[in-house]
C-alpha cells in the first residue's frame, strides 16, 4: 500500500522537460557520442533532388536502415549523381531531426563502394546513352585533312599539353588553342562540358578563330579519376558539338564513355596528334612524287593528241573534193528556183484574174441592182402580208377574248360564291355575337342586382325601417352625439317615410330621456344587427 505513494513521490522528483528540450538533449547526445562516421549501405528511396536542391533518401542493408539528407551545397560537389539500388559509401555526421523524431546522417561526401558499384552504374549509364542514339556510327563525321586551327582540352600543367605540341611540331605545325581544365576532380565534368560547348560558341572568323577539330586529352589513371569523362554533361556536349572531336583520355586500354560519343578515338594523347594532322616530310615528298607524275603524264597526253591530230589530218579530203558536192547541189538549186519562181507567178496571176471575176459579180452597182429587185419585190407582197398578218392578230385577238371571258366567268363566279359564304359567316357570328351580349348583360344585370340589393341592406333606410330616425342640422349633416346639439337649434329629422322639423328643447331632456331608458330596460330597442 505504502509503495504507489514512494513511486509517486520520486516521480514528482524527476525533471520536467518540454518536447523541445528533450529532443535537443537527445540531439546534442547523439551528435557528440558520434560525430563523423562512415556508412556503407545501398541507396533506397531516391527520387532525385528535391524541389529546394536538397536529397533526401536512406541508406539499407539487410538488417537495418538509415535515413539520409544531401544538402543542395554538396549535391553540386559529388562526382557522380546517386541512384537508386548503388552501393554507396557516404561520409556524414549523425544527427536527429526533431519533427519527426528519427535519426539521420547529413552527408558530406558518397563515393561507390569499390570497382564494381562504378562499372555497373557505368553500364547502365552506357546503356541509357546508347538507347538515345548518342553512340550511333552514323552520327560520326569524318576529320578534317589538315586542320588550320587546333583546340585542346586539357590541363595546362601536364605532361599531356607538351605531347600533343610535340608531336604536332614534329608532324605539321598548327595553330593551337589550349581551354584549361581540370581533368579530375569534383569540377572536371563541369569544366570539360563548359569548354566543348565554348570552343562551338566561336564565331566563324571572328577575333578569336574557331577551331576546326577539337583533342579532349588527358592522361591515364584509375576509374574513379577518370570518372569525369564518363558523366552524362560530358557526353551530351560532345554529342551536341558542331566541330569533329578525338578523344584520347588515359592509356590504349582505358575507356571512357567520351570514347564511344566522340567521332575518333585516339590511344593516347600523342596519338591524338598523330591522327590530327599528317607528317609534313611525307605529305611534301607525295606532293613531289604526284607533281612529277603529273608532268610526264601531261607530256604523254600532248604527245598522244598529237599523234592522233596528224593521223586524222592525213586522212581528212582536201578543200575541192569537200566543196566540189555542196557547189553542184548550189548550181542545181538556183536553176530550180528560177523555175519555181516562174511557176508560183504564173499561179498568182491565174488567182488574181478569178479574184477579179469574182468581185465583178459583187460590184457595188450589182449589189445595188440585186437589193433594188428585192424592195420591188417586198413592196409588191407587202399588202398581201399586211393583210394576212390582220388577219391572223384578229384571230388571235378573238381566241384570247373567248379566253379571258371563260376566265373572268370563273372568277366572278368564284368571287360570288366567296361573298355568298363570307355573307353567311358574317350573319352567323352577328348572331353569336348578339346572343354574347344579351347573355353579358343578362349577367351585367344580375350582378348589379345583387350588388344594389346588398347595398340596400347595409344602408341606413333599413334601419330607419325598423323605427330608428336620422336627425340632422339645417345645413344637412348628420349629427351623431347629443353634445353637438344646441339649445333652439333647428333640426331635420327624417323618418323611413319622409322628414319632420324640430327645435332643440336642451340638454336636460336628452338626461331625462337617458334616465328614462335607463330604468326601463325591458323597453330597448332592438339590436340593428339582430
Not at 321 to 338: C, E, N
Request: hydrophobic fraction near 40%; charge should be positive.
Amino acid at each position: 500500500m505504502h509503495s504507489p505513494r514512494v513511486s509517486d513521490a520520486h516521480a514528482s522528483n524527476l525533471i520536467e522537460y518540454s518536447v523541445s528540450e528533450l529532443s535537443g538533449a537527445l540531439r546534442r547526445t547523439l551528435e557528440s557520442a558520434f560525430g563523423q562516421v562512415r556508412v556503407r549501405g545501398e541507396i533506397s528511396g531516391f527520387k532525385g533532388p528535391h524541389s529546394s536542391g536538397h536529397c533526401y533518401f536512406s541508406l539499407k542493408d539487410q538488417n537495418a536502415r538509415l535515413e539520409a539528407v544531401i544538402w543542395k551545397s554538396t549535391v553540386t560537389r559529388l562526382k557522380f549523381r546517386p541512384q537508386e539500388g548503388l552501393e554507396v559509401i557516404a561520409t556524414g555526421r549523425i544527427t536527429t531531426f526533431p519533427g519527426s523524431s528519427k535519426y539521420q546522417i547529413v552527408i558530406d561526401r558518397l563515393e561507390p563502394a569499390g570497382i564494381g558499384a562504378l562499372m555497373a552504374l557505368l553500364e547502365e549509364r552506357r546503356k541509357k546513352l546508347a538507347a538515345e542514339g548518342l553512340f550511333d556510327a552514323v552520327r560520326k563525321r569524318p576529320l578534317p585533312y589538315l586542320p588550320r586551327v587546333i583546340g585542346v582540352i586539357t590541363s595546362p600543367t601536364g605532361a599531356v599539353i607538351r605531347d600533343i605540341l610535340h608531336r604536332l611540331a614534329d608532324r605539321f605545325p598548327r595553330s593551337v588553342l589550349l581551354w584549361p581544365v581540370r581533368v579530375q576532380g569534383e569540377s572536371c565534368a563541369a569544366e570539360v562540358a563548359t569548354a566543348i560547348l565554348g570552343f562551338n560558341a566561336f564565331e566563324i572568323g571572328g577575333a578569336m578563330p574557331r577551331p576546326d577539330l577539337i583533342i579532349v586529352a588527358r592522361g591515364g589513371g584509375s576509374l574513379e579519376d577518370l570518372w569525369g569523362f564518363n558523366e552524362e554533361a560530358v557526353i551530351r556536349a560532345a554529342a551536341q558539338s558542331a566541330i569533329p572531336l578525338i578523344s584520347a583520355v588515359g592509356h590504349e586500354t582505358d575507356w571512357t564513355l567520351l570514347d564511344h560519343v566522340a567521332d575518333r578515338r585516339a590511344p593516347t594523347p600523342t596519338g591524338a596528334a598523330e591522327i590530327a594532322v599528317p607528317v609534313r616530310a611525307e605529305l611534301a615528298a607525295n606532293l613531289s612524287s604526284l607533281a612529277g607524275r603529273l608532268a610526264s603524264g601531261i607530256l604523254r597526253h600532248k604527245e598522244r593528241k598529237r599523234g592522233e591530230f596528224i593521223g586524222t589530218a592525213r586522212v581528212l579530203p582536201s578543200r575541192d573534193r569537200l566543196l566540189s558536192v555542196p557547189r553542184q547541189r548550189l548550181d542545181t538549186a538556183v536553176q530550180a528556183l528560177g523555175r519555181a519562181a516562174e511557176r508560183q507567178i504564173e499561179r498568182r496571176r491565174n488567182r488574181l484574174g478569178e479574184l477579179a471575176r469574182k468581185m465583178t459579180a459583187r460590184s457595188p452597182a450589182a449589189l445595188l441592182a440585186t437589193f433594188r429587185q428585192r424592195l420591188r419585190e417586198t413592196a409588191r407582197q407587202l399588202p398581201l402580208r399586211q393583210a394576212h398578218a390582220i388577219n391572223d392578230k384578229r384571230r388571235h385577238l378573238g381566241h384570247v377574248t373567248r379566253q379571258l371571258t371563260v376566265i373572268f366567268g370563273a372568277g366572278l363566279r368564284r368571287h360570288r360564291d366567296a361573298n355568298t359564304l363570307a355573307r353567311a359567316r358574317l350573319e352567323s357570328l352577328g348572331a353569336r355575337k348578339a346572343q354574347c351580349m344579351r347573355k353579358v348583360l343578362a349577367e351585367r344585370r344580375a350582378r348589379l342586382e345583387s350588388v344594389g340589393q346588398l347595398l340596400e341592406s347595409v344602408g341606413y333606410r333599413r334601419v330607419l325601417a325598423r323605427g330608428y330616425a336620422l336627425v340632422h342640422d339645417d345645413e344637412g349633416r348628420p349629427l351623431h352625439r347629443a353634445a353637438e346639439v344646441a339649445t333652439g337649434q333647428a333640426l331635420a329629422v327624417e323618418f323611413i317615410d319622409g322628414k319632420i322639423r324640430a327645435i332643440a328643447a336642451g340638454p336636460t331632456s336628452v338626461a331625462r330621456r337617458r334616465r328614462r331608458s335607463s330604468r326601463a330596460p325591458s323597453d330597448a330597442e332592438p339590436s340593428l344587427f339582430e
